[in-house]
Each structure stands twice: as C-alpha cells, then as structure tokens.
C-alpha cells in the first residue's frame, strides 16, 4: 500500500466489500490496484469485467476482509492479542467451547470477551457518530494538531501510540536532518518518533507486491546505511516489513 492510500480513506462498507466504485473504475481497499470500467481483464484464463475482476482479485490476493484485518497488529483496530484469537477462531466457525479448548482458557472468559466486543462494537458507532458531528460543527476533525495535519501511520504499526503522532512540518524536519538528497542516512537517531519517520521512508524503497530474500534486502539497506543490520531489524520490530519464520523471504507488510 503507498503512502496515499490508507484503509482509513474508506467507508466501513467499501472495507467490507473490498473495493470503492468510481465514476470510471473500481479501486481495491487493500492494495489500491484499478480496475477501469469498460474493459476485459483476464484472470487465470478466465475473462472479466472490472467489477468481476476487482472482487475476485480482493478475494484471491488478500481473502474475505475479516481475516486480511485479523492479520494486521490488534492494536490497529482496538482489540488485544487474546480477543484477535477468539476472533479468528470464530471467524472458522468454531463455537465457545471449541474456542476454550483451542486457546486453552475458560469457556466463561470466551463468553466474557464476546460481551466486550459486543459493547466495542456499540461504541465504535456511537463513536464514529461524535467524530463526524464534531467535523461538522468545527470544520476541523481531530487529525488537524496546531502543529499541522497528523499524518497517517500505516496498517500494520505495531505499539500505536504518541511516537505515531507525526506531522507533515515533523517528517520534513527529521528527513532534512538525517537523510541526504540521495536518500542515505546520515546518522539514525535515538528518538522513536525520529526512528519511525526514517523507517517509513525507508521503506519506499521496497514494492509492497514484492518478495525478497534476506541478500536482496541487505543489498538495497547498504546503500542507504553502513549499519544495515540494525535498519532491517528496526523495520521488522516497527512492521515495516514481515519475515518469514526461516527468514529467507521479506515483504513489505500493508
């Protein structure tokens, strides 16, 4: 996914369908890839039109939604490690029972996180309804800092917090100070916020449709900086990039 496309510039029903219908095309909510209406996309050797072919890409590329946003980081949709598991396990039609024994906890305390997903879902809506009634009345949503619009931080953050609260004015700075005009890093700082603005643009360097093995990445974080190890840890530990359990393919994670 780039930099302009975020699943948060979508409405919960397009997230759910997995697409947005433009005048002229119909645009996937993951990766961002168009589908122009009036022409014939073949598929597998099978031929489609662009609404046929923007759903089976969602659904063969990245699966139903559900389970696309079950794999991001809980925190990116509010809900913790053990909620994420019941989710999943739900989500394959297991029923309470089946979900105690799988994850080995109590059937009481399944049923217990049932009620607060229950009740997150009636405040997400109450919420959501605040946020656009506030917009509406200010003209200012709460994206907008004194400082300048908070940029958007990606899907897969891990650990979401104040180091994500980065300006336009912030990431200009911090790029300008550390990373030369050829895009090598000078000297990668202590601070997280800093680490993360780095990482981020870093990152560019990468095509999200795209595997890598572990040389191809050193090859492409050597040129950028001398202690490449460290940047290709940082991008994992930040969910930059996703490894494989034996490490020999790297992807950038959307």
């Excluded at 049923?111 to 309804?129: G, I, M």
């Excluded at 104040?162 to 030369?180: F, P, Q, S, V, W």
Aim: charged share 35%.
């Amino acid at each position: 996914m780039n930099e302009k496309h975020n699943l948060w510039d979508f409405t919960v029903e397009e997230l759910v369908v997995g697409y947005r219908e433009g005048k002229e095309s119909y645009l996937c909510t993951v990766c961002g890839e168009e589908f122009k209406k009036g022409l014939i996309f073949q598929r597998e050797g099978v031929l489609y039109d662009a609404f046929g072919s923007v759903t089976d890409h969602h659904e063969k590329e990245h699966g139903i939604t559900v389970d696309y946003i079950l794999d991001m980081e809980p925190s990116v949709c509010g809900i913790t490690q053990i909620q994420r598991q019941i989710l999943k396990l739900m989500s394959e039609g297991m029923n309470d029972k089946e979900i105690a024994q799988n994850i080995g906890i109590a059937l009481s305390t399944v049923r217990n996180h049932r009620f607060k997903l229950r009740e997150k879902e009636k405040q997400a809506k109450v919420f959501l309804a605040l946020m656009n009634s506030l917009e509406e009345k200010t003209n200012r949503s709460i994206n907008q800092a004194d400082t300048g619009m908070i940029e958007e931080l990606h899907a897969a953050a891990t650990m979401v917090d104040d180091r994500y609260n980065i300006t336009a004015e912030e990431r200009e700075k911090t790029l300008k100070t550390y990373m030369d005009e050829a895009g090598a890093i000078k000297q990668f700082p202590a601070k997280e916020k800093k680490k993360i603005i780095l990482l981020r643009e870093i990152t560019k360097n990468f095509k999200p449709e795209q595997e890598y093995s572990e040389i191809e990445v050193n090859r492409i974080l050597e040129r950028i900086y001398e202690d490449f190890p460290t940047i290709r840890r940082a991008l994992i530990e930040y969910g930059f990039l996703d490894r494989s359990l034996d490490c020999s393919v790297y992807r950038v994670r959307i």
